[in-house]
């Protein structure tokens, strides 16, 4: 049973699973942001143990394929040692997990955060949006709306 489970989740599939699996949370945080479900189910740790276990499978079975996993540093020697690394599904499933668990972490940061503000739920809901869809500039949205409901800029928050 354990060898058909194991043969069913290939990169491709594990990637439909787990693009699937994070769009209830993601969900939960837009709609129901400050809900218990959102606290227990998405800002928990759950959605960690499950992406990181996902995370480990993607090693597990490129080292069964004889991964190079040292040729992972030449991404720090450009750009086009970069897009080479992307060209294996491998690598390319790893970062993809490592993009999704980021910010899906970011998303309930900004939850949290946005409780000891009072922040409005439908107001929040952009930057949750563009968290899900842009990363970086979700968060950036988080703080220039943060900013005005805290009154004040803090460099250590």
């Keep these: 049973m354990i060898e058909e ?3 069913y989740f290939t990169i491709e599939m594990l990637y439909y699973w787990v693009n699937l699996g994070v769009l209830p949370l993601w969900l939960i945080l837009i709609f129901f942001p400050y809900s218990n479900f959102s606290k227990y189910l998405v800002t928990s740790i ?14 597990y079975k490129s080292y069964l394929n004889s991964y190079d996993f040292v040729n992972n540093f030449s991404l720090y020697l450009g750009i086009d040692q970069l ?6 599904k491998s690598y390319l499933m790893m970062f993809w997990i490592h993009f999704i668990s980021i910010n899906l972490f970011t ?9 000891k503000f009072s922040i409005n739920k439908v ?3 952009f ?13 950036f949205l988080y ?3 943060r900013i005005f ?9």
């Design 107 to 115: 998303g309930g940061w900004i939850v949290k955060d946005s409780q």
């Design 143 to 145: 703080w220039v709306i």
């Design 83 to 88: 897009s080479d690394l992307f060209s294996n």
């Design 123 to 125: 107001l929040l809901a």
């Design 46 to 59: 759950f959605p960690i143990l499950i992406l990181g276990g996902s995370y480990i499978f993607v090693l």
């Design 127 to 139: 930057p949750l949006i563009f968290t899900y869809l842009l990363g970086p500039i979700g968060l």
């Design 5 to 7: 489970i194991y043969n």
């Design 149 to 157: 409901y805290a009154k004040r800029i803090s460099l250590y928050e």
